[in-house]
């Protein structure tokens, strides 16, 4: 369904753009209204109905002075006398839109700023957490669950990654929308580092503004996009790109209005626990990401963070051009100890100091020691270390046995797994 709706979408969005392109108008105001007009049929068409929701534009948060484009909230506001805008309560708010008709990097700037005063209010307002978002966002970056951070078994690293998560999960999607701009996915990659440079690069004091969570959730410019990766949907687990570094920005040039509808529709699904997981297709399909942005909290002399480092992928045109097909999820593949091992967690955890006969056990069977198998179930995200404790990540382990052979472990709870059995076996 997430493929149909977002393929449409873009279509209607092409054929709106070019329509409202021909237009020869200069009075700016008039121009605003116009693609921000766009952007709300677009948000329309795209949410569900039943859910109490309402999309606004030229309207307001309380608490801030800043005009926002385009709101989606939870409820009607409280309407502005004589005018066509709102003012919203932050607990109504479930995404911001900064449209643009064409995003250049003043515009990019200018809304980055302007996006900048949601994440202010929303910390003056700061409600209880959506734990299971947390906690699933958690689970896939730093393989480990929430309650590692009450243990205090976390480093530095993980614990600055979790407060960023708590936080991401009560924020509002916060989506850079232009519609015409950047000609190539380098020019918008390359614009987002001048401006972040710009910003952390030549000081020696830390700005304020410029942590991961204060990015967008979303950057689209004509085909291109910049995802932000935060775990729900999109994340890539801590130091899978270079070692100790959390991936926190990739691009795209593969349909913006799938990221834009995946993004929507997975906050909408954690706020309300009503939406089918069928809205979102088999899942089986992984879009073409490119590597792009990592960030590393840095520590003071005291070892405490006092902000974060970034460090990008530089890459050619040509070859961003190559990242521009779906590829297929596959399940992982599991072996025999592998297995004995995760039945062995099903059931308790492990100290891993006091397994002595596990130990003798695994290397007698091939492995080098017990931590190797460890480690190689933990990269693969099934367990998680904390300390000396280990224990199984997923919720709900299962295995299934294919006829030619394979062991494929999976957490239950995930759907996607059950559509490629049927799909594959």
């Given at each position: 369904?997430?493929?149909?709706?977002?393929?449409?979408?873009?279509?209607?969005?092409?054929?709106?753009?070019?329509?409202?392109?021909?237009?020869?108008?200069?009075?700016?105001?008039?121009?605003?209204?116009?693609?921000?007009?766009?952007?709300?049929?677009?948000?329309?068409k795209?949410?569900?109905d039943?859910?109490?929701?309402n999309?606004?534009?030229?309207?307001?948060?309380?608490?801030?002075?800043?005009?926002?484009?385009?709101?989606?909230?939870?409820?009607?506001?409280?309407?502005?006398?004589?005018?066509?805008?709102?003012?919203?309560?932050?607990?109504?708010?479930?995404?911001?839109?900064?449209?643009?008709?064409?995003?250049s990097?003043?515009?990019l700037r200018n809304?980055?700023?302007?996006?900048r005063?949601?994440?202010?209010?929303?910390?003056?307002?700061?409600?209880?957490?959506?734990?299971?978002?947390?906690?699933?966002?958690?689970?896939?970056i730093?393989?480990?669950?929430?309650?590692?951070?009450?243990k205090?078994?976390?480093?530095?690293?993980?614990?600055?990654?979790?407060?960023?998560?708590?936080?991401?999960?009560?924020?509002?999607?916060?989506?850079?929308?232009?519609?015409?701009?950047?000609?190539?996915?380098?020019?918008?990659?390359?614009?987002?580092?001048?401006?972040?440079?710009s910003?952390?690069?030549?000081?020696?004091?830390?700005?304020k503004?410029?942590?991961?969570?204060?990015?967008?959730?979303?950057?689209?410019?004509?085909?291109?996009?910049?995802?932000?990766l935060?775990?729900?949907?999109?994340?890539?687990?801590?130091?899978?790109?270079?070692?100790?570094?959390?991936?926190?920005?990739?691009s795209?040039?593969?349909?913006?209005?799938?990221?834009?509808?995946?993004?929507?529709?997975?906050?909408?699904?954690?706020?309300?626990?009503?939406?089918?997981?069928?809205?979102?297709g088999?899942?089986?399909?992984?879009?073409?990401?490119?590597?792009?942005?990592?960030?590393?909290?840095?520590?003071?002399?005291?070892?405490?963070?006092?902000?974060?480092?970034?460090?990008?992928?530089?890459?050619?045109e040509?070859?961003?051009?190559?990242?521009?097909?779906?590829?297929?999820w596959?399940?992982?593949?599991?072996?025999?100890?592998?297995?004995?091992i995760?039945?062995?967690?099903?059931?308790h955890?492990?100290?891993i100091?006091?397994?002595?006969?596990?130990?003798?056990f695994?290397?007698?069977n091939?492995?080098?020691s017990?931590?190797?198998?460890?480690?190689?179930?933990e990269?693969?995200g099934?367990?998680?270390?904390?300390?000396?404790?280990?224990?199984l990540?997923?919720?709900?382990?299962?295995?299934?046995?294919?006829?030619?052979?394979?062991?494929?472990?999976?957490?239950?709870?995930d759907?996607?797994?059950?559509?490629?059995?049927?799909?594959?076996?």
């Open positions: 369904m997430i493929n149909t709706i977002s393929e449409l979408l873009k279509e209607f969005v092409e054929g709106e753009k070019l329509a409202l392109n021909k237009y020869n108008i200069k009075h700016r105001p008039t121009i605003g209204d116009m693609y921000e007009g766009l952007t709300k049929e677009i948000v329309n795209s949410i569900f039943g859910l109490n929701l999309v606004s534009t030229q309207s307001f948060i309380e608490g801030c002075d800043t005009e926002f484009d385009v709101i989606l909230s939870e409820g009607k506001g409280e309407s502005i006398p004589y005018t066509q805008s709102y003012k919203f309560k932050p607990s109504q708010v479930i995404a911001v839109i900064q449209v643009k008709k064409s995003l990097y003043q515009e809304s980055y700023d302007n996006l005063q949601v994440a202010e209010v929303f910390y003056r307002n700061i409600r209880a957490m959506d734990a299971s978002m947390v906690d699933d966002s958690f689970r896939k730093c393989h480990k669950k929430i309650t590692s951070y009450d205090g078994v976390l480093n530095k690293q993980e614990e600055s990654i979790y407060h960023s998560l708590v936080m991401d999960s009560f924020f509002p999607l916060r989506i850079v929308l232009g519609y015409n701009g950047y000609k190539t996915e380098l020019g918008i990659r390359n614009s987002f580092v001048d401006f972040l440079e910003n952390t690069g030549n000081t020696t004091m830390p700005i503004g410029f942590s991961p969570i204060s990015f967008p959730n979303l950057i689209i410019s004509e085909n291109y996009s910049l995802i932000k935060t775990g729900c949907p999109y994340c890539v687990p801590l130091g899978n790109i270079r070692e100790g570094w959390w991936e926190i920005m990739t795209s040039h593969y349909n913006p209005m799938h990221f834009f509808l995946e993004m929507l529709w997975t906050k909408l699904s954690y706020r309300f626990h009503v939406i089918p997981t069928e809205v979102f088999d899942d089986l399909i992984i879009e073409p990401h490119t590597k792009f942005l990592r960030a590393k909290i840095h520590l003071n002399n005291e070892e405490e963070p006092d902000g974060w480092e970034y460090e990008y992928s530089e890459i050619s040509q070859s961003l051009s190559m990242y521009n097909s779906v590829k297929d596959e399940p992982i593949v599991v072996d025999t100890m592998q297995v004995q995760l039945n062995e967690l099903n059931r955890s492990i100290n100091n006091d397994a002595h006969e596990l130990e003798d695994v290397i007698k091939g492995y080098p017990l931590l190797s198998i460890v480690k190689s179930l990269k693969k099934f367990i998680s270390i904390e300390g000396d404790e280990i224990s990540l997923t919720k709900q382990l299962a295995f299934s046995f294919s006829p030619d052979g394979k062991i494929y472990a999976f957490d239950s709870c759907k996607k797994m059950s559509q490629w059995l049927i799909k594959n076996l």
